[in-house]
């Protein structure tokens, strides 16, 4: 014969934290997807809000679709930027970070080298995407994107629109993050990707150049079973200030065998004299717009 466990009075010494993941980051509300794919809106304990879409937690039911963050789990990775007052968390956790940019709106180089340095510096693997290739005169971004190439970089040609097939390789296995400026299709490719989604997306304004802002908060969807994809709002800027010297210039891949053969340890390669990256430039063995490009972001460190 079998006798009863008295469970209820177990459950009411001890209910054990339920683990979950952050599906979407709403300022100090957070929803937390449970194993069994339950959703449960979450805030946090006092001002503690230094959390993101992708972060583990575990959690404490306060009602059946409401509870609060107890813990956060150790980060494999997390993606962030910052200006000099603040930073703001991208998501935390992800594996690749698609760069998507497209023919129209045009898209800004200097943003996607921000973009390119975050990933390094946060051991990111990135993956440039150009969408809208189906529109007409799609050479000219085209063509701005053959140094990427050089660098290492994959570029992947595609319209989200018209076929997604070529970037599903890419995102088997991964947590990815979608991030670029507003307006390049983003939104258009979880679409793509996820028939049974229906984020919302919005036409671009040709007169200003640019999207709509649609997106307005990160979002975590499952591909399958051991990959997700992030959508995320359009960026206006990617401040890198949180970075260090040393991390900046390592973040530049190409930089890296000249790194320590400058005249000066503590070189810039700003205007000091027999700077290795300098004479790389003037060889050609490094782009000169790179190294703009490092200086600029170089004159915003705070070091
Ligand atoms: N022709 C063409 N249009 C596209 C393609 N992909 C997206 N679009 C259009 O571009 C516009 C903007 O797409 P969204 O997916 O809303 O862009 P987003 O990057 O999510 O923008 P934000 O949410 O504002 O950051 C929409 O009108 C889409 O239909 C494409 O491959 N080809
Ligand atoms: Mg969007
Ligand atoms: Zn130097």
């Given at each position: 014969?079998?006798?009863?466990?008295?469970?209820?009075s177990?459950?009411?010494?001890f209910?054990?934290?339920?683990?979950?993941i952050?599906?979407?980051?709403?300022?100090?509300?957070?929803q937390v997807?449970?194993?069994?794919?339950?959703?449960?809106?979450?805030?946090?304990?006092?001002?503690?809000?230094?959390?993101?879409?992708?972060?583990?937690?575990?959690?404490?039911l306060?009602?059946?679709?409401?509870?609060?963050?107890?813990?956060?789990?150790p980060?494999?990775?997390?993606?962030?930027?910052?200006?000099?007052?603040?930073?703001?968390?991208?998501?935390?956790?992800?594996?690749?970070?698609v760069?998507?940019?497209?023919?129209?709106?045009?898209?800004?180089?200097g943003?996607?080298?921000?973009?390119?340095?975050?990933?390094?510096a946060?051991?990111?693997?990135?993956?440039?995407?150009?969408n809208?290739?189906?529109?007409?005169?799609?050479?000219?971004a085209?063509?701005?994107?053959a140094?990427?190439?050089?660098?290492?970089y994959?570029v992947?040609?595609?319209?989200?629109?018209?076929?997604?097939?070529?970037l599903?390789?890419?995102?088997?296995g991964?947590?990815?993050?979608l991030?670029?400026?507003?307006?390049m299709?983003?939104?258009?490719?979880?679409?793509?990707?996820?028939?049974?989604?229906s984020?919302?997306?919005?036409?671009?304004?040709?007169?200003?150049?640019?999207?709509?802002?649609?997106?307005?908060?990160?979002?975590?969807?499952h591909?399958?079973?051991?990959?997700?994809?992030?959508?995320?709002?359009?960026?206006?800027?990617?401040g890198?200030?949180?970075?260090?010297?040393g991390?900046?210039?390592?973040?530049?891949?190409?930089?890296?065998?000249?790194?320590?053969?400058?005249r000066?340890?503590?070189?810039?390669?700003?205007q000091?004299p027999?700077?290795?990256?300098?004479?790389?430039?003037?060889?050609?063995?490094?782009?000169?717009?790179r190294?703009?490009?490092?200086?600029?972001?170089r004159?915003?460190?705070?070091?």
């Amino acid at each position: 014969m079998h006798t009863k466990t008295p469970t209820t009075s177990i459950a009411n010494h001890f209910i054990p934290p339920l683990q979950g993941i952050i599906v979407a980051a709403y300022g100090k509300r957070f929803q937390v997807e449970l194993p069994d794919k339950k959703r449960i809106s979450c805030v946090t304990r006092g001002k503690k809000t230094d959390l993101t879409c992708g972060d583990l937690v575990t959690i404490k039911l306060t009602d059946q679709h409401e509870g609060v963050v107890e813990t956060t789990l150790p980060r494999k990775t997390l993606l962030y930027r910052s200006n000099a007052f603040k930073s703001k968390m991208l998501a935390a956790n992800v594996t690749q970070i698609v760069i998507v940019l497209a023919t129209q709106p045009s898209f800004y180089e200097g943003l996607l080298n921000r973009c390119l340095i975050a990933a390094e510096a946060a051991n990111i693997k990135p993956l440039i995407v150009l969408n809208k290739c189906d529109l007409p005169d799609h050479d000219h971004a085209s063509e701005k994107l053959a140094l990427y190439t050089t660098l290492g970089y994959k570029v992947l040609r595609l319209s989200a629109k018209e076929d997604i097939t070529a970037l599903k390789p890419y995102l088997e296995g991964e947590t990815s993050i979608l991030v670029g400026q507003s307006g390049m299709g983003k939104s258009t490719m979880i679409n793509a990707l996820l028939p049974n989604e229906s984020v919302r997306t919005q036409e671009v304004s040709h007169v200003l150049d640019s999207g709509k802002h649609t997106t307005t908060a990160t979002h975590l969807y499952h591909l399958d079973s051991t990959s997700q994809l992030i959508d995320s709002p359009g960026l206006q800027e990617f401040g890198l200030h949180h970075l260090s010297a040393g991390e900046l210039e390592h973040a530049f891949v190409e930089f890296r065998p000249y790194l320590g053969k400058c005249r000066f340890n503590n070189c810039k390669h700003l205007q000091e004299p027999d700077c290795a990256i300098k004479a790389a430039v003037t060889s050609q063995d490094i782009h000169a717009a790179r190294l703009a490009m490092y200086q600029t972001l170089r004159a915003e460190l705070s070091t």
